[in-house]
């Protein structure tokens, strides 16, 4: 349960190697939260942030994961709400995709899309569902700002984004009223593993800004959080940009 | 066939947002609001396996009278008074019957609540729930030291009478349990014989902290009730500066000749009701510092046999309904705690860290405990108990809540579970030595752990 200040006290991160999520669940053990499930592909590196929770002693339960296969989200998730409540689900696996091959690859572009979008929607769903029946609780999607306008450069992860993010809203207006917190979390440019070797650009962030702002976030009910704040603004004038302009930028 | 209500007939559950009067935190749940013990047992029966608690007039601060996503029963619809025994000053009333109800009734029959706090909005199932106290702890202890016998539905939907002599584990389990034990349906409450509805009262301002502990400990043992309003907010050699208030119910003697014609006279109502348009910055720093310091000059130096009304000396904010309005939409908490004789050191950090840190609190109330009961949960123990309201957005208020946590458990002190919600489940234990004998018993009586609140699942009750 989220106490009278609003600090959650267990966590279900979808993604569990995700560092947004991970440094979220750093900053939110360091508050109140004591149970962490991390749920992700098996690997060392989902042991490996297990440990180091557990370090900062919260009780961290590992669970297997695949955000392609939905077939099992229903399952997967309801198992982890069978065992106790969970105040937060931070939906937060995602590729980046390499938009020049998948260009060339409609079924890599295609898995870029189960992943992000067509995972986000089965997995968003089952714990949109789970924590109706508890009747409290908040759900973090991590969008992006790719979502906002399509760029050139990046729109098959930016459309995919688009769609989470489009999907994540209706449904936090669906769940109004019924004790359920949807947020959308749009980051810019984080510069983490996945965005490894890519040049650094304007307004880039940390995942310590990024899991700052979802903590703030969440304490304060929001129903979006940019990061950093400014690209609210940006993105906003960017919406605007006539098409013939928008293509020439090189963006 | 009649198209009218039957008595049996199922009150329906409609979904709706509760909380605390705090307001923070607030949860869904399904509310269902019987009207007698038949409709209880089968509102039991309807449960989902979110559980089911009961809930009085909401004047807990946190979340123990919500369940999210679960059944709520509102008790207030089992109002009835049962049996009154006027030669023993015994009363038998339901659950949802409120202290105001049984002061209305019984102050013209010459009988108080033997024990009201700040409120008399409560009920009766919540006094025993959260084992109230009020301004008499030290010479007459908390409510359920007055409660003869409790019936109550149980998770098996028996019903059973307990009594402190006959189930002393399960009597002294639900004495200040939350709720969580069983659902209480009536009880047999003894109530105080009074002459008159007047307080006589003693009024002295004190200029800091220790002359008010100093003043405390020396006159408790002269008066029944007793409590003192501290300046929180007041610096350096005024740090803790009190207005201490001591009185006793008026004998008929005291009366003046007019008011001896009718001295059992009592009025309910309230002036005025906050409107929901608050902002929520009003009470901040600078409006409470002013309040404080008008409230501080207002009292008389000294004053004695100084004649109040019920609703001035025990429930003056009564007058003032829905007052939690005040701290906005953002709402507020209470953070009360008791630090035993002896640990007076903690009581004074207490305060000096309220004070430098500027945390805005106008009803902060300083009260000597006396001697607890057997209660496994019951909040009072011998000692000073501190009681402060901030708003949730005073700045760096996580912080200093924290820092006066730490304080509090050093000094072997605790926190009252009914005004609780934000406590490191962490610190239960170590806090009230007894959780486990509560844990026990709850195993027994409720192995399911069909009574649930969100309190529970926050501290792991």
């Known amino acids: 349960m989220k106490d009278a200040l609003g600090a959650p006290q267990s966590l279900l991160v979808l993604g569990g190697t995700s560092e947004i999520a991970l440094t979220t669940a750093r900053a939110m053990v360091a508050e109140r939260v004591r149970r962490v499930v991390l749920a992700g592909r098996p690997s060392a590196a989902l042991d490996a942030a297990a440990e180091q929770l557990r370090g900062l002693g919260a009780t961290v339960e590992v669970v297997g994961f695949d955000a392609a296969e939905t077939d099992d989200h229903e399952k997967t998730i309801d198992e982890v709400f069978a065992a106790g409540d969970i105040d937060v689900v931070l939906l937060a696996f995602g590729v980046l995709g390499d938009q020049d091959a998948d260009e060339k690859s409609p079924a890599a572009a295609a898995r870029v899309a189960q992943v992000n979008y067509v995972g986000g929607v089965s997995a968003g769903l089952a714990a949109a569902n789970a924590l109706s029946r508890q009747g409290h609780g908040a759900l973090a999607v991590i969008s992006s700002v790719a979502g906002e306008r399509a760029r050139k450069s990046n729109f098959i992860y930016g459309s995919t984004k688009a769609g989470l993010d489009a999907f994540a809203q209706g449904l936090g207006d669906k769940l109004h009223g019924t004790g359920v917190h949807v947020m959308v979390v749009r980051p810019g440019f984080v510069r983490t593993k996945m965005t490894e070797g890519l040049p650094d650009v304007p307004l880039a962030t940390t995942p310590e800004v990024v899991a700052e702002a979802i903590v703030k976030g969440l304490r304060r009910k929001s129903s979006v959080v940019w990061v950093p704040g400014q690209f609210r603004f940006v993105m906003s004038a960017l919406r605007h940009v006539p098409r013939p302009i928008f293509r020439k930028l090189n963006i | ?461």
């Open chain 2, 1 to 461: 066939m009649s198209d009218g209500p039957s008595a049996d007939a199922r009150p329906t559950a409609r979904r709706v947002s509760l909380n605390g009067w705090g307001r923070t935190a607030p949860s869904f749940a399904d509310v269902v609001r019987p009207t007698n013990r038949d409709q209880v047992a089968s509102a039991l029966g309807q449960r989902t396996s979110r559980g089911v608690i009961a809930r009085g007039l909401g004047r807990s601060y946190g979340d123990p009278a919500q369940n999210a996503g679960g059944t709520v029963l509102d008790m207030t619809g089992l109002d009835r008074i049962l049996a009154v025994d006027l030669e023993r000053g015994l009363v038998t009333c339901e659950a949802g019957v409120s202290l105001d109800r049984l002061i209305e009734l019984f102050v013209p029959l010459g009988f108080f609540v033997p024990v009201t706090p700040g409120t008399r909005q409560v009920t009766v199932g919540g006094a025993i729930g959260a084992d109230v106290h009020g301004k008499n702890h030290h010479a007459d202890g908390s409510f359920c030291n007055h409660v003869l016998s409790i019936d109550m539905l149980m998770a098996d939907g028996t019903e059973r009478t307990i009594t402190p002599d006959g189930d002393p584990e399960l009597f002294w389990a639900t004495a200040g349990g939350m709720g969580l034990t069983g659902l209480i349906l009536s009880a047999t409450i003894r109530m105080t014989p009074i002459e008159t509805s007047l307080a006589s009262v003693d009024t002295d301002r004190t200029k800091n902290l220790d002359e008010a502990m100093a003043l405390m400990a020396e006159t408790d043992e002269k008066y029944t009730y007793t409590v003192a309003w501290l300046d929180c907010l007041a610096k350096g050699a005024n740090l803790g500066r009190c207005v201490l208030t001591c009185g006793e119910f008026a004998a008929l003697d005291d009366l003046p000749a007019k008011k001896r014609r009718d001295p059992l006279r009592f009025r309910t109502g309230s002036l005025l009701t906050v409107p929901d348009l608050v902002p929520g910055r009003l009470p901040n720093k600078l409006t409470m510092g002013l309040f404080n310091e008008l409230w501080y000059r207002k009292a008389p130096k000294h004053k004695v046999g100084q004649l109040q009304s019920i609703t001035g000396f025990f429930h003056p904010l009564d007058l003032v309904q829905e007052w939690n309005r005040v701290y906005g939409r953002t709402g507020f908490l209470q953070y009360q705690f008791v630090v035993p004789f002896g640990r007076e050191d903690g009581l004074v950090k207490a305060v000096e860290t309220i004070s430098a840190h500027g945390a805005p609190s106008s009803l902060t109330v300083l009260k000597r405990f006396g001697p607890g009961n057997a209660g496994f949960l019951s909040f009072p123990k011998p000692g000073w108990t501190l009681t402060l309201d901030f708003p949730t957005n005073t700045p760096g208020l996580a912080r200093l809540l924290k820092q006066l946590d730490e304080i509090v458990l050093t000094n072997e002190g605790r926190f009252y579970l009914a005004k609780d919600s934000r406590m490191d489940p962490a610190d239960l234990a170590r806090m009230y030595p007894r959780l486990e004998r509560f844990r026990e018993v709850r195993a027994k009586v409720d192995p399911d752990g069909i009574f649930v609140s969100d309190q529970a699942r926050r501290l792991g009750l």
